[in-house]
């Protein structure tokens, strides 16, 4: 067997990277300090600390979620807004827009959070038969969803034309306003849900092949899958609510991992925390301090630099996806 | 012993099964023979614990397949399907060590005991050389070996087979046949395979279950179980049996 680099020595030198790249990330910025004054260290404490812990944690659970949605629908397109949690999310945000609740503490994201909890509610009623879930019904449930709410929000703006920047600003996904709030409300829910795929990750492996190779292994298949879906969803919506919709980050850095160390999930799940952690911190800094004092929206950046890096990885490699 | 109880199986509306029992005993080499869409399939699954029974139950070891947690039951009961996945990107190595999940637990790594069972398997399957390969990368008959092999890493005293030689070459057919008749003879394993070429079921297991209608023709050795009346009512063909070879005619 050709030898692999042990889980733990690749996790923890990624881990490492990982917190020497928060460190160098959290000093760049619009504002240079020596750490004298009292703004600034305001502004690294209560501004830029948060939101660089916040893309972490973002960054990681969307390309979990991601490596784990491709596993279980046996689908390498899926990423993790298509069960249409990210366009529940947005007519949350879009409607709290139109309330005028931008200025409450988690008004926008409290409502966001509200509507893709629904939505996960909707699509796991229909795609339910019995106590199976058929997954197919709920990919195809998740896409139809998606067009729904989609013209829901088109016809809302359409309406309100007044607050159409500022939805679609809040569609585009940003880190700008992240504070100590997002950071305590994502945390504890990507923390179990990162814990919970990681401790199903070889029975992913056993999904992957197939639902009754699974069962006949000895894969208790409809409990798993079901557990699996329930907190990567919470994980997204948590995700959606606090930043908005990020995409490319989910679906791109499980299939670089797969490129690089194998189709094992037991490998994939962990190294995807990493990688998508730092993936989100890396093209979140470049959004800010690209062309201060203005920001980029960070969903452009992740697809900038994160597509041709994936093409090279696809032409390089001798391994499908 | 497998026993199996008045077992009722059906899709929607379209019954599959209709009160079927029999027992099969340790260490036999049974062929499940029948007519396409009699209801072979359906049954292995329902042994295999994969589907339950509307109606009656399976026992294994004397308790009802049902009651056994999935775990226990690839313990017990490996299943070879009929198409192997072969769009996976699992060399045949870690194909077969998925084999051994059953004896895992989460988050715990294969120990050197998985490895050589692994490698034991393979070897027995005459596997071991492709053990790098993927699945896309070898034929149809390698691909089958493996999946025994992996059968084979479940250590069950129950091994279900699907129709194991649908897609294979005379030769290959022979090959995994003989591979089988050796496991059941020198590992004393309960083996049941669906075959749908009587001939190779005649030379290769003693006993037979005759499906017809979604119920049990016959059961007993399989050369009284393909006696010509029987192969008419089962499958609407004449046939003669010469020297121990059946010859077919409409």
């Not at chain 1, 700008?176 to 992913?204: E, N």
């Not at chain 1, 079901?226 to 609510?241: D, H, N």
């Not at chain 2, 004397?62 to 009929?82: D, E, F």
């Not at chain 2, 003989?178 to 394993?189: T, V």
Request: glycine share 8%.
């Amino acid at each position: 067997m050709k030898k692999r680099l042990n889980i733990w020595i690749v996790s923890l030198g990624l881990l490492v990277l990982l917190v020497a790249a928060m460190a160098l990330c959290s000093t760049v910025g619009v504002v240079h300090f020596d750490r004298k004054s009292l703004l600034e260290s305001q502004i690294f404490w209560n501004l830029r600390l948060p939101r660089v812990i916040l893309s972490v944690l973002v960054g990681a659970a969307l390309s979990v979620c991601g490596a784990t949605y491709q596993s279980v629908f046996r689908n390498p397109l899926t990423d993790p807004y298509v069960l249409g949690i990210s366009s529940g999310a947005s007519l949350g945000a879009a409607i709290a827009i139109l309330l005028g609740l931008e200025a409450h503490l988690w008004g926008v994201g409290g409502f966001a959070l509200l509507t893709a909890l629904l939505t996960i509610l909707l699509i796991f009623k229909i795609a339910s038969i019995g106590n199976r879930m058929h997954t197919t019904t709920l990919l195809l449930t998740g896409v139809c969803l998606t067009f729904l709410i989609t013209a829901v929000i088109s016809l809302l703006m359409a309406l309100r034309q007044d607050k159409m920047e500022s939805i679609i600003f809040w569609t585009m996904g940003s880190f700008a306003s992240s504070s100590w709030l997002d950071v305590w409300i994502v945390l504890p829910v990507v923390t179990v849900g990162m814990l919970v795929v990681l401790f199903y990750s070889k029975d992913l492996n056993l999904l992957l092949v197939g639902s009754e190779t699974a069962q006949s292994l000895g894969v208790e298949v409809e409990k798993v899958r079901r557990r699996l879906l329930l907190f990567t969803t919470l994980m997204v919506a948590f995700c959606v609510a606090a930043c908005g919709v990020i995409g490319f980050v989910g679906l791109v850095v499980p299939h670089c991992v797969r490129l690089i160390c194998g189709a094992d999930n037991r490998r994939i799940i962990p190294y995807s925390i990493f990688v998508g952690g730092l993936f989100l911190l890396l093209c979140d800094t470049l959004a800010r301090t690209m062309i201060p004092p203005n920001e980029l929206p960070v969903g452009s950046i992740t697809s900038l630099l994160g597509a041709p890096m994936f093409i090279y990885l696809l032409y390089k490699s001798k391994r499908k996806i | 012993m497998i026993e199996v109880q008045h077992i009722n199986c059906s899709y929607g509306k379209n019954e599959i099964l209709r009160n079927l029992s029999f027992n099969i005993a340790d260490g036999s080499f049974t062929s499940i023979l029948g007519s396409n869409g009699c209801g072979k399939t359906t049954l292995l699954r329902c042994i295999a614990g994969l589907l339950e029974p509307q109606k009656g139950s399976v026992l294994i070891g004397g308790k009802p397949i049902g009651n056994y947690t999935a775990r226990q039951r690839a313990q017990m009961v490996s299943l070879v399907q009929q198409h192997p996945q072969a769009d996976i990107e699992f060399s045949a190595f870690e194909t077969v060590l998925m084999g051994r999940n059953p004896y895992q637990r989460h988050l715990q790594n294969e120990s050197q005991e998985d490895w050589d069972i692994v490698e034991q398997a393979m070897k027995q399957t005459n596997t071991w050389h492709l053990r790098l390969s993927l699945p896309s990368q070898m034929s149809g008959g390698e691909l089958q070996r493996v999946m025994i092999a992996r059968a084979l890493a479940q250590q069950t005293p129950v091994l279900l087979l699907d129709e194991p030689t649908s897609n294979l070459d005379i030769a290959h057919q022979f090959e995994i046949m003989e591979l089988l008749r050796d496991i059941n003879r020198n590992e004393h394993k309960t083996i049941l395979i669906v075959v749908h070429d009587l001939n190779l079921a005649l030379r290769y297991c003693p006993e037979a279950l005759l499906l017809n209608d979604h119920s049990l023709l016959y059961q007993g050795p399989t050369a009284e179980a393909l006696t010509p009346d029987r192969i008419l009512t089962a499958f609407g063909v004449r046939a003669q049996n010469k020297e121990g070879f059946l010859r077919f005619e409409k």
